[in-house]
């Protein structure tokens, strides 16, 4: 469905904070950061999984699964397989 990371990520593609989020998706500010801070996949009521993902297809984002090609084009990122957690030199 969509994990934590694409979430953070979706969001910052947009330039908008967590309370933002939570208006465009009528869900709560702490459901939200629930979500942000969880690891892996997000899990939760299917409702509001379904919220989020309308919220964010709505404002432009396209939450593509593993291996899934992406058919509207447009800019986007995604992870290469295998690669973890990124590594971010400082």
Same mark, same amino acid.
């Given at each position: 469905?969509?994990?934590?990371?694409?979430?953070?990520?979706?969001?910052?593609?947009?330039?908008?904070?967590?309370?933002?989020?939570? +208006?465009?998706?009528?869900? *709560?500010?702490? !459901?939200?950061?629930?979500? +942000?801070?969880? +690891?892996? !996949?997000?899990?939760?009521? =299917?409702?509001?999984?379904?919220?989020?993902?309308?919220?964010?297809? !709505?404002?432009?984002? +396209? =939450?593509?699964?593993?291996?899934?090609?992406? *058919? &509207?084009?447009?800019?986007?990122?995604?992870?290469?397989? &295998?690669?973890?957690?990124?590594?971010?030199? !400082?």
């Amino acid at each position: 469905m969509i994990t934590a990371a694409q979430l953070r990520a979706a969001r910052a593609l947009l330039g908008i904070d967590q309370r933002q989020l939570a +208006e465009l998706s009528g869900l *709560s500010v702490p !459901t939200i950061q629930r979500m +942000e801070a969880s +690891e892996g !996949t997000i899990r939760g009521n =299917v409702d509001s999984l379904m919220k989020l993902i309308d919220a964010l297809g !709505t404002a432009g984002v +396209e =939450v593509i699964s593993e291996g899934a090609v992406s *058919s &509207g084009g447009g800019r986007g990122v995604r992870l290469k397989a &295998g690669s973890g957690s990124p590594k971010v030199q !400082t």
